[in-house]
């Protein structure tokens, strides 16, 4: 419990610290501020990323080796999820938009979609095989 006055003197640890810190920050902080630092800092990360890089590399074919995806195949496979769930996305509305303005009554031909210029694209899918149609 706190003496009289409410504090007391910190623990003999705190002290040390506190001792050291006062005659070793202004020289850190000397040190820290220098150009030098700062490029040596600069080349340090730049070494890390270049490590990091070169691992997931050798750590991706490794998972190939056994047939596994590795991380960067899940990321790309995300991607691409992401990306068909936009164009979903803006098909649906695009169509729905379309079907407002032709009024409750009209029904949108799908033949009249499969031609050009009817339906939502104009031009064949990107870099896409499509399934023959089946009879």
Known sequence: MPGNNGAEPPALWRQAFDAAEKFVAPRLESVVRT????QATA???????????????????LWHLVNLPAGTDVLRLRA??????????????????????????????????DQPGGGARSHPPRGRTQRPKSP
């Open 35 to 38: 150009d030098q630092f700062a």
């Open 80 to 113: 691409q999820v992401g990306a068909l769930d936009r164009e979903v996305r803006r098909l649906t509305l695009a169509l729905e938009q379309q079907q407002r303005s032709h009024g409750p009554d009209e029904r949108i031909d799908d033949a009249a979609a």
């Open 43 to 61: 080349l340090g990360l730049k070494a890390q990323a270049a490590l990091t890089h070169q691992a997931n590399a050798v750590a991706a074919k």
